[in-house]
């Protein structure tokens, strides 16, 4: 007879999955939760973690918060040094992952029923995410966020609080990266580079407020999937296939890319580059065939 994994186990393990779709742009923390069969528990848990039943939810969520912590700590130092010395080749990685990651998304989309309404929201999803890399190369994002990052204003913890918030929406939507809209807005670097501490105690403090701000982005981003995908889901999908889709496009034209490519791209970015897309396409669809595998399986 099969042993059944204890469940403290599985989660935690989960959250192992969960941490590295984290801190590695386009792919989603959501969807690896779903693919396992823990997304309704989480954004359950997390819809209700500052109730009466606090300590309750807690530890549902505390394996999940101890495998994720472990991943990103794994994976945090050869990230780092890859962005450092070919972030154009990473990221073309990442795009392909988030390429072939697509047909997943739409698979969810077509099990419903659609109307005009789903193509004109795909429409808007493309547009505000490519939007955002346009808006950042026209601001110069890069230069700014860079600027902030070293004067550390009192205003950017109030800005990487924020920040935090909206970049908790890819560890709760299935389909969404939190670390790629990080990337396109040029914050995944600076915020990544607070590990360093060059600015001591002001990096701790920064560092913190972006907890903060993951903290309480997970609570509400499990509140609003909990209610938009009972009663939108198929709107909801429709929206983050369109940002996907859009994100192909700002995570190569926005401010930060753009600098790197002008100023330190080399060889080895344009020789690993498309080998690494190609690679990322392939992961990515892999994982899309497994997600359409374990979903038959949990109907029959």
Known sequence: MKKKMPTVVKDGLTGVGMGAAI?????????????????NKITAAASKLFSKDFWKNLLI???????????IAALYFPINRAFEYCMFAIVALFAGLILGSIPGIVDQIKAEKTGKI??????????????????SEFFNFDLTITNWFSDIPVYLYFVIFAVGILAASGIIVP???????????????????????????????????FGLGIVVGFVLWGKLMNLVINKHKVGTLSIVLGFVIGSLFSIFYNSNMLNYIKTKAGMLDWILGPILAVVGVVGGYLFVRYTRKHSQEVAE
């Not at 969520?61 to 991943?71: D, H, K, Q, T, Y």
């Not at 789903?118 to 808006?135: D, F, K, Q, T, Y």
């Not at 670390?179 to 501490?197: R, T």
């Open 23 to 39: 801190i590695i742009p386009g792919i989603s923390a959501g969807t690896i939760a779903l693919v396992l069969g823990s997304f």
């Open 61 to 71: 969520l505390l394996p999940f918060g101890i495998g994720a912590v472990l991943a």
């Open 118 to 135: 789903n193509v004109l929201l795909v429409i808007l999803g493309i547009l505000i995410a490519a939007s955002i890399g346009i808006l």
């Open 175 to 209: 389909g969404l990266s939190g670390s790629l809209i990080l990337l396109v807005i040029a914050f995944y670097q600076p915020i990544i580079n607070l590990l360093h501490f060059e600015h001591g105690v002001k990096d701790l403090l920064l560092g913190v407020s």
